[in-house]
């Protein structure tokens, strides 16, 4: 009596888990990690990694750091969007002059904040899809040296897709979004200079070719 | 180094600076860019934050600099973790008023632990436990009751905040238990605790902003973007910022 029962129950339940077979057949393959997850967990070692390389001279280093990052950064993208609402105001060819200073710049100052992270270790934890092309990657550093149980700094990049290629717009250290930063401070720059973008571009260079330099 | 009569000249001569900023700012309007950066009060604060840097380079960094170069980093940290454990019933209040009874417990298991077998705070045995310490304060908790942050302010001695933060650090001060306990030197040891809060935290970002100061086109904006983000950031209890938010880069 129990086993006629239970049959037909039993039948279903095959029936149901071939049913379910594509199913399950697809779903690691609906849990690939995106490609900016996969943009970030293969390049941003690599970054620290040269600014923690101690075979090399600081000249070395940040000759091999620029070509890293140019290679990986939307530096225009940035750039441009860093000017806010004068980027309408420019001329051309002071849009095109301030691109070349931000990216000396861009190089310099990316290097300086990423050298104190250059020890440590990242580790991807998510990522979310703003719009079709926009990522956000979720990381966190992890200190190997830290046994105080501080919580890992969490980093953040933004990726964008648009050409099939993955590029760099942004990153966020514990919050902070570098682009917005930058973006508050230049028009912040130009808003006291009467919008004028070429004295915004000597400043660059003259901070870049500082930002070279040891400190005291 | 300077001497103490020389940092009281370049103080006195800072603020006899400010007075006369203020009082031509007082008159102008802000202008299209102040408004935009949520800064009506630019000019002023600008005037407040010049005054605030003549004091950090003239008082704090050399207190800093003996600090460091007198105690121990085991020193240093100790007297952090006593200052965050003493901040334990505030971050607990602020857990529980913010509706996370979760992180309301690990405080309150991070305040039984250290306060025992870490001597007074002195000690963080909690967080090698796998209890990570966390901090909330008043203000944070009215971002999460979202009552709006106001307008940017500096102010003086004290750095970037805003109206919302302020009352935040009033209702702080108000919710203290150790401004609670009767005792005849009370002022001194409420001053004594806020002398120590600003050390220790300054000392912890001392190199941080040494570089962003080094690296900025516009310090003040800078100083101004950096206090919004890491308020918010704060606010969220380190989520990402929702992806809605970001501007279309």
């Given at each position: 009596?129990?086993?006629?029962?239970?049959?037909?129950?039993?039948?279903?339940?095959?029936?149901?888990?071939?049913?379910?077979?594509?199913?399950?057949?697809?779903?690691?393959?609906?849990?690939?990690?995106?490609?900016?997850?996969?943009?970030?967990?293969?390049?941003?070692?690599?970054?620290?990694?040269?600014?923690?390389?101690?075979?090399?001279?600081?000249?070395?280093?940040?000759?091999?750091?620029?070509?890293?990052?140019?290679?990986?950064?939307?530096?225009?993208?940035?750039?441009?969007?860093?000017?806010?609402?004068?980027?309408?105001?420019?001329?051309?060819?002071?849009?095109?002059?301030?691109?070349?200073?931000?990216r000396n710049y861009a190089v310099a100052a990316y290097q300086s904040y990423f050298a104190r992270y250059s020890s440590q270790t990242l580790k991807v934890t998510g990522s979310t899809q703003r719009a079709p092309t926009d990522y956000i990657v979720t990381s966190e550093m992890i200190d190997p040296n830290d046994s105080g149980g501080k919580p890992p700094l969490e980093v953040d990049f933004r990726v964008r897709t648009d050409t099939g290629k993955p590029v760099l717009v942004d990153v966020a250290v514990a919050g902070v979004w570098l682009s917005l930063e930058q973006r508050d401070q230049f028009t912040a720059f130009l808003g006291q200079n009467n919008g004028n973008v070429r004295a915004l571009i000597a400043h660059l260079s003259d901070l870049a070719q500082n930002l070279g330099k040891p400190t005291q | 180094m300077r001497s103490p009569r020389q940092a009281i000249r370049t103080l006195l001569l800072g603020l006899c600076t400010l007075a006369v900023s203020l009082a031509v700012s007082a008159c102008a309007a802000p202008s299209p860019q102040a408004l935009a950066a949520n800064d009506p009060l630019e000019p002023t604060n600008r005037a407040i934050f010049q005054v605030n840097r003549l004091w950090d380079r003239c008082c704090l960094v050399p207190t800093l600099e003996r600090y460091r170069a007198w105690v121990p980093a085991g020193g240093r940290r100790a007297i952090h973790n006593f200052l965050g454990n003493l901040s334990g019933p505030i971050t607990l209040v602020n857990d529980i008023a913010q509706g996370e009874p979760d992180r309301g417990g690990q405080t309150a298991e991070r305040f039984v632990i250290n306060s025992t077998l870490g001597l007074g705070g002195l000690f963080d045995p909690a967080g090698r436990w796998g209890i990570p310490p966390h901090s909330e304060d008043m203000g944070q908790t009215f971002g999460v009751w979202g009552i709006n942050e106001g307008p940017y302010l500096m102010i003086p001695l004290l750095g970037p905040s805003n109206p919302r933060d302020v009352a935040g650090i009033t209702a702080n001060v108000l919710l203290d238990p150790t401004n609670l306990i009767p005792m005849k030197q009370h002022l001194w040891w409420a001053s004594f605790h806020q002398y120590m809060v600003l050390i220790d935290l300054r000392s912890q970002t001392l190199d941080t902003l040494r570089e962003v100061e080094r690296s900025s086109v516009d310090y003040y904006a800078s100083m101004r973007s950096l206090y919004r983000q890491v308020r918010a950031e704060q606010i969220r209890n380190g989520k990402p910022a929702p992806a809605k938010d970001l501007p279309d880069l």
């Open positions: 009596m129990r086993l006629t029962m239970s049959l037909p129950l039993i039948r279903r339940a095959v029936l149901g888990l071939l049913a379910c077979a594509p199913l399950l057949a697809a779903g690691p393959a609906a849990a690939a990690p995106d490609p900016a997850a996969t943009f970030v967990n293969d390049n941003i070692q690599k970054g620290l990694q040269i600014l923690n390389d101690k075979q090399l001279s600081q000249a070395q280093k940040r000759e091999e750091f620029e070509h890293f990052l140019l290679g990986l950064v939307d530096v225009r993208r940035i750039a441009v969007f860093t000017l806010g609402q004068y980027r309408r105001t420019a001329s051309p060819a002071d849009v095109d002059a301030f691109v070349a200073a931000f | -």
